[in-house]
């Protein structure tokens, strides 16, 4: 339970997050090498007063996490240039005076093919569905149930090894939030919780392994993953989305 100062920390965080997230979109094309959207972020989070959150985070090596294709979560940035058609998940986490936001978009490089459009529609309705359930009196799996029912609706797979959680002077709090499960079970939602939903989609089986530099997780099929997440602080009326880019309000996609 935040309060209204606390809330107010991560109000500028998630404005933080979500100015650097439509840099990065406007960023991304064939060519671009993933180390110089890193650099990018870290200039604009360090500029507009933040700090990059997932640095030395369990040893984490960089900013934010761009992951492509395959990758699903956690891909670290370096020389690896996009090509046409690449799917990028970029990843940002941003602390203001102690305070996080954490969010996440899925972007298409180039011409993308038809699935990739329609895993990044699905991932981005999943999300938004997730949205819809944090309001006083729903419970965690009410979020839970609404992803799964959505991706899996869309004949996509969600992976079960990640969740979103709870955020605040910690970027992972309690509850955590699966992106699975029947409804009406786990802890209540009540205003003044902050919490980050982030289902990561893939194209064909759920599965995921992790690859041997102990972060990028991929898919276990080689097909495509999208990610996508937002900070959202419950209030009395419903959600409030810390973490939306002013470059995406009045599109159809949150
Ligand atoms: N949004 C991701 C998560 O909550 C980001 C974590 S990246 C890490 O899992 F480097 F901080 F681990
Ligand atoms: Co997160």
């Not at 997780?217 to 419903?238: F, K, N, Q, Y």
Request: aromatic fraction near 4%; charge should be negative; proline fraction near 7%.
């Amino acid at each position: 339970m935040k309060t209204s100062t606390e809330l107010e920390l991560m109000r500028q965080a998630g404005k933080v997050v979500a100015g650097c997230l439509a840099e990065l979109r406007s960023r991304v094309a064939p060519g671009v090498r993933t180390i110089d959207l890193d650099r990018a972020a870290e200039r604009y989070i360090r500029r507009s007063g933040g700090k990059p959150a997932f640095k030395g985070y369990r040893g984490y090596p960089a900013s934010i996490c761009v992951s492509v294709n395959s990758q699903v979560v956690h891909g670290i940035p370096g020389p690896l240039r996009l090509a046409d058609g690449d799917v990028v998940s970029l990843d940002v986490g941003v602390a203001v005076n102690g305070y996080h936001a954490d969010a996440a978009t899925t972007v298409l490089a180039g011409t993308p093919d038809p699935v990739a459009r329609r895993l990044v529609a699905v991932t981005e309705e999943a999300l938004a569905r997730g949205i819809g359930r944090v309001r006083p009196g729903c419970r965690v799996s009410d979020i839970s149930h609404a992803i799964q029912t959505c991706v899996e609706g869309a004949g996509f797979g969600v992976v079960r090894e990640y969740g979103g959680h709870g955020i605040g002077r910690e970027i992972h709090e309690e509850p955590e939030i699966p992106n699975f499960g029947l409804p009406a079970c786990g802890p209540l939602l009540r205003p003044g919780m902050v919490l980050a939903l982030e289902p990561r989609v893939n194209a064909g089986d759920p599965g995921v392994r992790l690859l041997e530099d102990g972060w990028t997780v991929v898919t276990m099929d080689g097909s495509l993953s999208a990610h996508c997440e937002h900070t959202v602080a419950i209030t009395p009326d419903g959600p409030e989305i810390l973490t939306l880019s002013l470059d995406r309000v009045g599109s159809t996609m949150i």
